[in-house]
C-alpha cells in the first residue's frame, strides 16, 4: 500500500522497471549498512571539524532511529528537515530512512510562510533545524511555527536547544539499543517501494508541491548517475549548494557519492574564499555549481592563485549555463565541464564526461537512463517536427506519476498516459541531446532557484494598497533572471515599493522570493482572450532595462 495521497506507478511499469534491473529492491537503511560492513573505516562524511566514517554513520543513525523511536515518531510519520550543510543532516535522514519515517526536504532560505504550509500540508510530527545559521536563529522560526501549527509535535534542535528537544541527547536515549530492536516491537523498516521522502518542486502554483520519492526509483537514480559521473571509492565530492536540494542530495550528489562508497565534503558556502582551499586540502574530485556560481569560480580562478589540480569534473545546472561562459570552464579551472538538467520530479540529464566539446559546452545533456521517455509537443500536445522546440514531456522509472495529495494539478501536470510536463522549453539534437530553449510555466528561475509567480502573487494581492499584481523574470547578466513585480496599488492607498518588500518580508516569505523590482502601473497588457500578458510584461521590463544600461 502506497502512502495516502501518492500515486505509486501502475503495477505493470512497476514490473517492467524491476525487470529491466533498474529498481533492485533496495532502501537506504541497507545501502548504508552494507556500505558500512563493506568499508566502514573509510571516511563518509567531512564537516566542519568532522570526519565520520562509513562504520560511525551506520551506527549513529541506528542510534538516532532508536531516538527518535523513543520520542514517539514513527513509520510513515513525516519531519520536515530544514539543515544546512552539516554532517547531522546525513545522520538525521539515514535516522529517518530506517525508522520509515519521511522526511520532507525545506531549504535553509524558508521562512515562516514555506515552513507553516509544509507542516500543515505534510502534517508533520516533527520540524529539525540547527540553532543560529548563517546568522538566522532558526528556534525563533520555530516559536512562530509552533504557535500557528498546534499539531507540530516536536522541534528538535542541532546545536543549542533551547526549549526545544537537542538532537545530541537523542543518540542516548536508549542506549544499546539499535534499530533491529526496531522489529521485536513491530517495526519492520520501509519496503524498497515504499515513498522514502518528499523533495519540494520548484513551482508553478501558490503553494509549493510536495514530491513522494521511493527508496527503489531514487536509488535507481543515485546508481546510474555514479555510474555516469564515474564515481567510485576515490571519488569526492564537494557540496557547496543546500544539501536537501534534489541536485546536490543526487545527481550524483551526496547521497549518490555514498552510494558509491566515495567521500562527500561539505562547505557552508560556495564562495572560492572557502570552497577553493577545501578543494585543495580533501582533494576535490568533483563539485556541483549553479551558473551564478560558475561565473564567480571562473573569474576567482582566472585572477588568483588557486590549486585545483585535484577538481576532475565540475558540474553545472539548476539553471541555464551559457554557452560563452562553458567555453571557459576546461581552460580556466582545468577540468571537465558536466551539464546537468534535471528537476526534483525525476528526469536528470548529463552531458557525459568524454562528450565532445561541442555537445558539453551547447547542449544540457541527454537522459540518463535508457528507459527516459521523452516527447517534445506543440500546444496540442501533437509531437513536434525533429529538430524543432517544443514542451518537453517525459516519463520512466524515476519520475513521479503525481504530487503528494494534489488531484487537480496532477490533472494538469500530467498527460493521461502518464508523462510528467516539466514546462520546460526544449529541442533535442541530431545526437539525442537536449538544449533548453526557454520556459513555458510561470515560474522564474533566479540562478537556479526556482520562484512561483502565482505564490509570491498571492502574498502581494494580500496587501491592502494592492488591486492586482503579476511577477515575471527580467534578464539579468548574472543569476540569468531576476523577479520583477508589476503592481497596480488602489489610488486610495498606494504602498511604495519598500513598504511592499518589507510586508512580503514580514509575512515569512524566502529572501529569494521577494521581488527584485516591483513597477507599479495603472492597467496590465491583455492577451486575445484578456488574460494577463505576462509575455507583454517581460518584453516591458526587458526593453526598459536595456535602455537603462544604454544610458550609462
Ligand atoms: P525544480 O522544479 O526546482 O526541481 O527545478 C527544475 C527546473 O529547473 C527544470 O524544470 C528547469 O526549468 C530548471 N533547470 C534545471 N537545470 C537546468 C539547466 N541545466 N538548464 C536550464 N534549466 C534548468
Ligand atoms: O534544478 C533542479 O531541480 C535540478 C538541476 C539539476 C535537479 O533537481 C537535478 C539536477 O537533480
Not at 70 to 79: F, I, K, T, V
Amino acid at each position: 500500500m502506497m502512502l495516502p495521497g501518492c500515486f505509486a506507478w501502475p503495477e505493470e511499469w512497476a514490473e517492467r522497471y524491476r525487470r529491466l534491473g533498474c529498481w533492485r529492491g533496495e532502501t537506504f537503511g541497507a545501502m548504508l549498512r552494507q556500505r558500512a560492513a563493506a568499508h566502514g573505516d573509510r571516511i563518509a562524511i567531512v564537516g566542519g571539524d568532522r570526519r565520520i566514517s562509513y562504520a560511525e554513520l551506520d551506527a549513529r543513525a541506528d542510534r538516532l532511529a532508536a531516538g527518535f523511536r523513543s520520542l514517539g515518531l514513527r513509520p510513515g510519520d513525516r519531519a520536515i528537515v530544514q539543515l544546512p550543510n552539516i554532517p547531522q543532516f546525513f545522520e538525521v535522514i539515514f535516522a529517518l530512512f530506517r525508522l520509515g519515517a519521511l522526511p520532507v526536504f525545506s531549504l535553509p532560505a524558508h521562512r515562516k510562510s514555506e515552513i507553516v504550509y509544509l507542516c500543515e500540508f505534510a502534517e508533520a510530527a516533527a520540524y529539525i533545524i540547527p540553532d543560529i545559521d548563517a546568522g538566522f536563529d532558526y528556534r525563533e522560526l520555530a516559536d512562530q511555527v509552533r504557535a500557528a501549527v498546534p499539531g507540530l509535535r516536536h522541534v528538535i534542535v542541532a546545536g543549542d536547544a533551547g526549549n526545544y528537544t537537542a538532537l545530541d541527547d537523542l543518540y542516548d536515549l536508549c542506549a544499546g539499543d539499535g534499530l533491529d530492536a526496531g522489529a521485536a516491537d513491530g517495526i519492520a523498516g520501509p519496503r524498497p517501494e515504499d515513498v522514502a521522502f518528499f523533495q519540494l518542486s520548484g513551482g508553478t502554483t501558490g503553494l509549493p508541491k510536495l514530491i513522494p520519492r521511493t527508496h527503489d526509483d531514487y536509488i535507481y537514480s543515485l546508481r546510474r548517475s555514479a555510474e555516469i559521473c564515474r564515481l567510485n571509492e576515490s571519488s569526492v565530492y564537494l557540496a557547496v549548494l543546500p544539501v536537501a536540494h534534489n541536485y546536490p542530495l543526487s545527481s550524483p550528489g551526496t547521497l549518490g557519492t555514498l552510494y558509491a562508497g566515495g567521500r562527500v565534503v561539505l562547505a557552508r558556502s560556495g564562495s572560492p574564499d572557502i570552497a577553493f582551499p577545501l578543494i585543495a586540502q580533501e582533494g576535490v574530485t568533483i563539485a556541483a555549481v549553479v551558473p551564478p556560481l560558475a561565473l564567480i569560480w571562473l573569474d576567482a580562478a582566472a585572477s588568483r592563485r588557486c590549486d585545483l589540480a585535484s577538481l576532475k569534473v565540475l558540474q553545472v545546472g539548476g539553471a541555464k549555463f551559457s554557452a560563452e561562459a562553458a567555453g571557459r570552464v576546461r581552460e580556466t579551472l582545468g577540468c571537465t565541464l558536466q551539464q546537468v538538467y534535471g528537476m526534483a520530479e525525476g528526469l536528470v540529464n548529463y552531458t557525459r564526461l568524454d562528450d565532445p566539446e561541442e555537445i558539453i559546452v551547447n547542449t544540457q545533456g541527454r537522459p540518463m537512463s535508457p528507459y527516459d521517455e521523452i516527447r517534445l509537443v506543440d500546444d496540442e500536445d501533437r509531437e513536434v517536427e525533429p529538430g524543432a522546440t517544443g514542451h518537453l514531456l517525459t516519463r520512466g522509472p524515476y519520475t513521479i506519476r503525481g504530487y503528494y495529495k494534489a488531484e487537480e494539478h496532477n490533472a494538469r501536470a500530467f498527460t493521461a498516459d502518464g508523462f510528467y510536463r516539466t514546462g520546460d522549453l526544449a529541442r533535442l539534437t541530431p545526437s539525442g541531446y537536449l538544449v533548453i530553449e526557454g520556459r513555458a510555466k510561470d515560474q522564474i528561475n533566479r540562478g537556479g532557484d526556482k520562484v512561483a509567480a502565482e505564490e509570491v502573487e498571492n502574498h502581494l494581492l494580500a496587501h491592502p494598497g494592492v488591486h492586482d499584481a503579476a511577477v515575471v523574470a527580467m534578464p539579468d547578466e548574472y543569476l540569468g533572471e531576476r523577479t520583477c513585480a508589476f503592481v497596480i496599488p488602489y489610488p486610495s492607498s498606494p504602498p511604495t515599493a519598500a513598504e511592499l518588500k518589507a510586508f512580503l518580508r514580514e509575512r515569512g516569505l524566502a529572501a529569494y522570493k521577494i521581488p527584485d523590482r516591483i513597477e507599479f502601473t495603472d492597467s496590465f497588457p491583455k492577451t486575445g482572450v484578456g488574460k494577463v500578458s505576462k509575455k507583454t510584461l517581460r518584453e516591458l521590463i526587458a526593453r526598459k532595462q536595456d535602455a537603462l544600461a544604454n544610458r550609462s
